[in-house]
Nanobody, 124 residues
């Protein structure tokens, strides 16, 4: 089992930036992918970004490409999501997740472990 703790959410004005962190503990050696998903009120959850832990390959949703950057610190077992040029439509609870599946990226059902989420609110 992998335990995940997100942090870094908050309230920011449109155009601003935030950096989310997700610290992993437990059986992290089996992790293939770490990803970020988000869910806005009244909407379905959606994929945001993912990183292949050992190789660093990254994937992004079209809605955040060019604005968000996912990265990881292997020594700290932590993944980050740098969010720039934030828009009101980025408002959501952001969750990080881990997958043991080779090739896992944008589908939530590929991930086994989830954090508790962190709220991001972007005001206009």
């Amino acid at each position: 089992q992998v335990q995940l703790v997100e942090s870094g959410g908050g309230l920011v004005q449109a155009g601003g930036s935030l950096r989310l962190s997700c610290a992993a503990s437990g059986r992290t050696f089996s992790t293939y992918t770490m990803g970020w998903f988000r869910q806005a009120p009244g909407k379905e959850g959606e994929f945001v970004a993912a990183i292949i832990w050992n190789f660093g390959h990254t994937y992004y949703a079209d809605s955040v490409k060019g604005r968000f950057t996912i990265s990881r610190d292997n020594a700290k077992n932590t993944v980050y999501l740098q969010m720039n040029t934030l828009k009101p439509e980025d408002t959501a609870v952001y969750y990080c997740a881990t997958s043991r599946r080779a090739g896992a990226a944008g589908r939530s059902d590929e991930y086994e472990n989830w954090g508790q989420g962190t709220q991001v609110t972007v005001s206009s």
